[in-house]
């Protein structure tokens, strides 16, 4: 039996598909932006000292990178309503996706705040920096920049994670994508329309890494 391809699908839908790329690529990046605001905090609490913050900061990550993404996503899109906290199936994507990638991007940057040498650190106690300033001027541009490979992988994880969001009727590309199968059938064309699509979405966001690598963290300037 031959297959008959038939791309006049994808041409006469595009403008669905462009529009599920987008809240794709706008999830991702208000998800990563957000992880990794939890993922600074996370590892200042991983790295304090304090036997309280850094049991918080561990049962968070422990939790999250033990459970399976999608009842995380369950948890908060159809849990929290019976607490009085109702959010839309975008909200509800973002919120997980955030504190999904916050956990790992805890661990993450906690490594690259161990490898800095407790010397610079006391160098700037000596000058006069309080401790938070130390840890924000001193410690985190190095440290992120001695992990910014890992966390640009973790980055591409969570852009691919998104596809999963789609089951709480978020209306991204792979939501997109299986919509349009259902009225057409043109499995094939559709699903390896939308592998390119992730594949353009994925280059967009590391390209823009890579932009805040050069602007931000002089790379080659911390790396061995």
Wanted: charged share 10%.
């Amino acid at each position: 039996m031959e297959y008959s391809f038939d791309f006049s699908v994808i041409a006469d839908n595009f403008g669905l598909l462009l529009s599920g790329a987008w809240l794709t690529l706008k999830m991702s990046l208000l998800a990563i932006a957000f992880g990794l605001i939890i993922g600074v905090i996370g590892s200042l609490f991983r790295t304090s000292g304090n036997p309280l913050l850094n049991g918080i900061a561990l049962a968070y990550v422990e939790v999250i990178r033990n459970t399976p993404y999608l009842i995380q996503l369950f948890f908060i899109f159809f849990g929290l309503p019976s607490l009085g906290l109702t959010l839309s199936a975008e909200q509800a994507a973002i919120l997980s996706l955030a504190i999904n990638f916050g956990a790992y991007s805890t661990e993450i940057v906690r490594a690259g705040v161990e490898s800095i040498s407790k010397g610079q650190i006391e160098a700037g106690l000596a000058i006069g920096f309080k401790k938070l300033a130390v840890f924000r001027h001193i410690v985190i541009p190095p440290a992120l920049a001695n992990v910014y490979p890992a966390l640009i992988g973790q980055v591409i994880l969570a852009v691919l994670f998104t596809s999963v969001v789609s089951q709480i009727a978020a209306e991204d590309l792979t939501y997109a994508g299986n919509y349009l199968n259902s009225r057409t059938f043109r499995s094939f064309e559709i699903y390896f329309t939308i592998a390119l699509m992730y594949l353009a979405i994925v280059w967009i966001v590391k390209a823009l890494a890579y932009l805040i690598e050069l602007r931000f963290f002089e790379f080659a300037k911390y790396r061995k």
